[in-house]
C-alpha cells in the first residue's frame, strides 16, 4: 500500500455469534481451527454457535483470538503499525511478531481463566459518553475505576454495583452511562486476583522484540521492547485507546484497518480523526471488498 497503514484489533465484547465461520471454507483456516481446537481440547466451531459459550470470559477470549487471527492470515497484508484494544493486544502481539500464534492463545485461555476467578464480587462496566472534561467527578468516587479511554468523548468506567448506585446526579457534560455486557469491572484494581496466576504463565514465554511498530494499550504509546509488567499491568490499568490512535497519526499512519467480528473501532477512529481511511475487516466479504 502507499500510504502508512495499521492493523487495530477488537477486544471481548465485540463477540457475534456464528463469527469467523465463514472463514472456515479456506482449508488452512480450516487447519487452524482444528489444530487449535485439539491442543486446547475447546471446541472452536461449537463454542462460536453457543451463545452462553461467547458470553464466558474464559472461552470468549480464545474464541475471539482465533477468529482475528483467522482474518489476519487471511488478508496477507504486512502493516507498518499495529495496536489492539484490551484483549485485541494480543492479536497485535501476534502481528509484530513478538508471540507465535500457539504462545498467544495459551496465555489468552489461561488469561481468561485467571480473570474468571478473580471475579469474587459483583461488578460492572458502563461507558460514559458526553464531555469528558469533568470525568474526574465520577472517578473519585469510591470503588469507580478509570477502565477504557476510548475518544474525546467515551471512556468507560468499572466498579461496584455499589459504588455506581451512589451517582445520584451526573456530572455536567456527562450526557449517560450505558451498561456493558461484560462479567466484570475489567482493566481495573478488580482484577488483582488474576495477577499471580497469570504471572506463572507470562514466565514461561520469552518474547521478541517488535518486528513493525507496535503501540500498547497501558502506556498508550510505540514501544521497542514487550515486557511481563507490561501485560501483568494491563489487567489492572485503563486501555489507553485514544492515546494509541493519536500517536498512531502523528507517526504518520493514514489507513487504520480494524481487524475482528465488529466495526465499532472503525467508528470510534473516525471520531477522533476524521481524515484518516478506515476499513473494517469482520468476515471473507469484507476482505474481498477491499479496494486494494
Not at 476467578?117 to 458502563?126: D, G, H, N, V
Not at 456527562?174 to 475489567?186: N, Q
Amino acid at each position: 500500500m502507499s500510504t502508512k497503514t495499521a492493523f487495530i484489533f477488537g477486544g471481548q465484547g465485540s463477540q457475534v455469534i456464528e463469527m469467523g465461520l465463514d472463514c472456515l471454507t479456506v482449508p488452512s483456516i480450516k487447519q487452524l481451527w482444528d489444530d487449535v481446537s485439539f491442543r486446547t481440547g475447546i471446541d472452536f466451531i461449537k463454542a462460536v454457535q453457543d451463545e452462553a459459550m461467547l458470553s464466558k470470559t474464559k472461552t470468549v477470549q480464545p474464541l475471539i483470538l482465533l477468529v482475528q487471527e483467522s482474518l489476519r492470515r487471511l488478508l496477507k497484508l504486512t502493516p507498518n503499525a499495529t495496536a489492539g484494544q484490551s484483549l485485541g493486544e494480543y492479536n497485535a502481539l501476534i502481528a509484530a511478531g513478538v508471540l507465535t500464534f500457539d504462545e498467544a492463545i495459551k496465555l489468552v485461555i489461561k488469561r481468561g481463566i485467571a480473570m474468571n476467578q478473580a471475579l469474587t464480587e459483583k461488578t460492572i462496566m458502563k461507558a460514559a459518553l458526553g464531555d469528558l472534561s469533568s470525568l474526574d467527578e465520577l472517578l473519585n468516587i469510591d470503588g469507580l475505576y478509570l477502565s477504557n479511554l476510548n475518544s474525546p468523548s467515551q471512556a468507560v468506567i468499572g466498579g461496584s454495583e455499589k459504588a455506581f448506585e451512589s451517582v445520584t446526579e451526573l456530572p455536567f457534560g456527562i450526557k449517560r452511562l450505558i451498561l456493558l455486557k461484560t462479567e466484570g469491572a475489567f482493566h481495573t484494581p478488580y482484577m488483582r486476583g488474576a495477577l499471580p496466576p497469570f504471572e506463572t504463565a507470562l514466565n514461561e514465554v520469552t518474547f521478541k522484540n517488535p518486528e513493525i511498530n507496535l503501540y500498547q494499550n497501558v502506556s498508550g504509546q510505540k514501544e521497542s521492547k514487550i515486557t511481563k509488567e507490561s501485560l501483568l499491568d494491563h489487567l489492572i490499568k485503563p486501555v489507553q485507546f485514544y492515546p494509541i490512535i493519536k500517536a498512531m497519526i502523528d507517526d504518520g499512519i493514514k489507513t487504520f484497518i480494524e481487524i475482528g467480528p465488529s466495526s465499532v473501532l472503525s467508528k470510534t477512529i473516525q471520531q477522533i480523526n476524521a481524515d484518516v481511511t478506515v476499513h473494517a475487516v469482520t468476515d471473507l466479504a469484507s476482505i474481498h471488498a477491499l479496494p486494494f
